[in-house]
DNA sequence: CTACTCGTATGACGATCATCATGTCAAATT
DNA sequence: AATTTGACATGATGATCGTCATACGAGTAG
């Protein structure tokens, strides 16, 4: 280590990053479309035009790839999910989001979609590690949906965690059925009680300067 | 094949039976808790009392042994899961199912936990085999909490979706999250939640109008 | 120009897996 | 009593896995 400075600088340091960049993508599709387990590192690494040896060279282990992927996923995919706030009301924004996830695009999309449904059955067996990073990023997603409307209200977390909670039950039961007019029942009649909840959030919340 | 009547009657055809039960249970176990790939043969069938090798002798395949492990932990899990009924409307119905649903007691036993939640991800990622055998089983879950109430009104099984829905996203978070806090406020708020939701099934039920 | 660094490639190791061929022995049939 | 059946045990096969030792080669520093 010469100068800590240089690291994106030097020609060998970018190729490196880059190389990084490529396996957390394709770690982080892989992961949620065939499971932690379910996605090897060689066929991993040949998906992003390495070979199964280079590896080692960015990761200590598998465990550590988990880690940092499923956290790529999350930093690539919330602004995506969230976008800009131009709602009117803590329960339009909810209403919004739910439109947003419980969707036939979001359902058939494995390998960029959420990774708390992707990963939910998963991160239930795995070890107390990555159940931290889950919980890190749980809380961070709950923080970036409520805070811009009502900041440090824990009636208002308490609505997104309920929101969440139907959302990801739903996603997960539309993907595990086999006939399309089951799932997307399961999106409909989610995204309707979603709405229900945002009502009732609504008129129950203790603080309701923000909205409206 | 001298005569199909007697399968059952002979100490032989008994045994195997009683064999294949015990498969039943550690496979039904062991698929919950370690995922459908993860239950390996080998221990599975230690567990069961025997060697991998007769395995071969009640399954053509492991994912044969997937598909009836499945069905059979509903089979046993679902007259305890609904019990008998006596509730006194359809919205206390649903809010008790969600009691006895999302609770620590049923967090921490995964291996005798509903199915649904455990192997969510899982069918997500499995064949159609699979998640015809889910759809199938799902079905029927809905068809037993809503008939003795409302026998083929959609609406009805449009709410109990609702709740099944937010029952295994609020189990499946609750599971993959750290913190003995944050799952228990996950388990508490979606248990308001699906109060919530039942009292506006209710509402909405015998008069309509209100929101979609 | 020389020596060193280090990301990557190659190949191998042991472990684990599903599957199957074969042997064995008790129960069932004749 | 003799024969057949079939559930189970044993062991092997080939595939796949995570991990690591080693070697190469391009970039960097002196």
Redesign the pocket.
Known sequence: ???PT?RTT????A??Q???ARILDAGAARMRSEGL?G?????L?QEA??????????F????ELALAAFSHGFSSGRPRWLGRIRDVSWAARLKRLAQRYLNQAHRDNLPESCGFAALASDAARAGPQFRERYEEELRRTLEAIRRPFADGDDAATDDTIALMALCVGGLSLSRAVASEALSMRILRVCQTAAATLADAADTQDSTPGKSK
């Open positions: 280590m010469s100068s240089d030097t020609a060998r340091a190729a490196k880059a190389s990084l387990s996605a090897a590192i060689g066929p690494m035009g390495l070979t199964h040896g280079a590896f080692y060279a960015h200590p282990s598998k465990n």
